[in-house]
């Protein structure tokens, strides 16, 4: 290999930082490495080519972003960074089988704000007249997707939220490009008050590296807003209650019924939608029990 033609901070991620961890999260969404070749890239569509160069001048490097369609691309050659991405958790294939890293705590705010710049979204939603704002990122790897679930869980308070598989066909235009061949993507979708404590997670500091068409949306989401917590029903009471009005009316009388009409459905807010798990120590029995139905001897719901 002849003589680079550039300089670069070939230690960039041997020490945690801020920057470090914003752009570690950044090549964990749109990156790659090749290990044979001892190349780091990260690309990004031509608009946003800015956080490319933020990312340049950090790294100390001169080195030109080079263009693919309506996309800018970062390339560097260095054996040393390969290798400390590769000690990070990184790997030259990790669409599908990627696991989340492990993120010093102090800086996981900055590798969840560089993730979602890089396969996160916030989108504009109407409904009944009002706009809000929900947030998503989406993943190839089941493992990294609920890896993720459980971190954001675990360090932002009262976080929930929910993941969801979705079939993509060929041909579908992801991120400017269209698909080669059918695939399948794991969906972290957050409610409205889940997305406002993301921004307030992630973008602790103006002056951090942050995508500024992410940050402007995120910013527009509103104040969180305090609820009230429901106390469900009684077991008795709340069992009562669907055999009247939802049971026989809709013709429920399996779990994946009722776990697709709690889904689909309004129902009352003092009837929950896992009865398993808000009576498993107050009443619950079992879904013959909460359907009404007959139990067979030999087969359980």
């Known amino acids: 290999?002849?003589?680079?033609?550039?300089?670069?901070?070939?230690?960039?991620?041997?020490?945690?930082?801020?920057?470090?961890?914003?752009?570690?999260?950044?090549?964990?969404?749109?990156?790659?490495?090749?290990?044979?070749?001892?190349?780091?890239?990260?690309?990004?569509?031509?608009?946003?080519?800015?956080?490319?160069?933020?990312?340049?001048?950090?790294?100390?490097?001169?080195?030109?972003?080079?263009?693919?369609?309506?996309?800018?691309?970062?390339?560097?050659?260095?054996?040393?960074?390969?290798?400390?991405?590769?000690?990070?958790?990184?790997?030259?294939?990790?669409?599908?089988?990627?696991?989340?890293?492990?993120?010093?705590?102090?800086?996981?705010?900055?590798?969840?704000?560089?993730?979602?710049?890089?396969?996160?979204?916030?989108?504009?939603?109407?409904?009944?007249?009002?706009?809000?704002?929900?947030?998503?990122?989406?993943?190839?790897?089941?493992?990294?997707?609920?890896?993720?679930?459980?971190?954001?869980?675990?360090?932002?308070?009262?976080?929930?939220?929910?993941?969801?598989?979705?079939?993509?066909k060929r041909g579908t235009i992801i991120k400017g490009r269209p698909l080669k061949k059918d695939s399948v993507v794991y969906q972290f979708n957050f409610g409205i008050n889940d997305t406002r404590r993301l921004r307030d997670f992630m973008y602790y500091d103006e002056s951090n590296f942050k995508m500024i068409r992410k940050y402007k949306k995120f910013q527009e989401a509103g104040a969180i807003k305090f609820t009230r917590p429901v106390i469900m029903w009684p077991y008795i009471k709340a069992k009562k209650h669907i055999h009247k009005e939802i049971i026989t009316k809709f013709g429920i009388n399996t779990k994946n019924k009722w776990l697709k009409y709690v889904k689909n459905n309004q129902r009352s807010k003092y009837i929950p939608a896992d009865p398993f798990k808000t009576y498993k120590n107050t009443g619950w029995i079992d879904w013959y029990d909460w359907l009404g139905k007959d139990r067979p001897k030999s087969r359980t719901v």
């Open 1 to 168: 290999m002849g003589k680079r033609r550039y300089n670069v901070n070939d230690d960039y991620f041997k020490k945690w930082s801020s920057n470090m961890a914003y752009v570690l999260g950044l090549w964990f969404a749109d990156g790659y490495i090749d290990s044979k070749k001892n190349i780091f890239s990260i690309c990004q569509h031509k608009k946003d080519q800015y956080l490319l160069r933020m990312i340049l001048q950090e790294m100390q490097s001169a080195c030109s972003l080079t263009s693919s369609g309506n996309t800018k691309v970062l390339k560097i050659t260095s054996k040393k960074i390969v290798e400390d991405i590769v000690r990070l958790g990184g790997k030259p294939c990790k669409s599908l089988d990627v696991k989340f890293p492990s993120i010093p705590k102090k800086f996981l705010p900055d590798f969840i704000r560089g993730l979602w710049d890089g396969d996160g979204c916030i989108s504009n939603q109407k409904w009944r007249g009002y706009n809000y704002y929900r947030a998503s990122l989406s993943s190839g790897s089941k493992k990294f997707i609920y890896e993720l679930k459980e971190v954001l869980n675990k360090n932002m308070p009262f976080t929930k939220g929910f993941v969801e598989k979705k079939n993509q």
